[in-house]
């Protein structure tokens, strides 16, 4: 096999767009930065290689085709349970995006590797502040207060939330001596929670909060 100027040019793409990509993970200190994503671009490009020089008459995919199934156990592994949710979806999908980038170079079509990479730099930077807007105007949070017990003491809590623009769902509540606890699932924007913490802080009445 010669190493002709077209086999060069798509090993150095990959590194580049490999690069770019990597660059923004790596910015962002994620599990799989820069040199995890360039390695990963230039692996599928040369296995795309390799498959349409060695691979079988009529299957010059059959080594190409096992990097989607193998870039998953790659993937799979910046996948972690965190005590926010689950993490590294993100960085597990940019894997996967970038393995198909590799291969389109591979297989010759340098054009739509570079679209495609700037179309993923594009939604892993700019979409990011769509992202955090949606965050700030509709998140979710689980409170827990612990207070005396009356009749109408959890239904003082619930009217604060409505006071405070916050939709809310009563999950769970536990009496226990002379105490009370109360459990809800709140949601409503980050401005409205802040203001809802701030208040329930100041209540002098309120034993435990956890939020």
Known sequence: MALTEDIISKL?????????????????????????????????????????IIGTKGTPDRIASNIVVGIGFVGAGVVFKADTGVSGITT????????????????????????????VLTVLFLFT?????????????????????????LHRFEDKFHYHHLKYKRIKQIKSDNCITGIW???????????????????????????
Not at 19 to 32: F, H, N, P, Q, T
Not at 99 to 113: K, V
Not at 132 to 142: A, K, L, P, S, V
């Open 12 to 52: 150095f793409l990959a590194l580049i767009l490999g690069g770019l990509i990597g660059a923004e993970r790596e910015y962002r200190s994620k599990s799989a930065g820069f040199r995890t994503i360039m390695m990963i671009c230039l692996g599928a490009t040369l296995f795309t290689i390799f498959s349409l």
């Open 92 to 119: 597990a999908a940019t894997i996967w995006v970038t393995a198909a980038i590799g291969m389109a170079i591979g297989a010759g079509y340098q054009l739509i590797a570079i679209i495609a990479c700037m179309l």
């Open 129 to 153: 502040f769509l992202q955090g807007w949606i965050d700030r105007t509709n998140q979710f949070h689980e409170y827990k207060i612990i207070c005396e017990y009356n009749n109408e003491t």
């Open 185 to 211: 699932v709140v949601q409503g924007s980050e401005k409205n929670h802040l203001g809802f913490i701030e208040y329930m802080v100041k209540d002098p009445t309120i034993k435990g909060f956890e939020f």
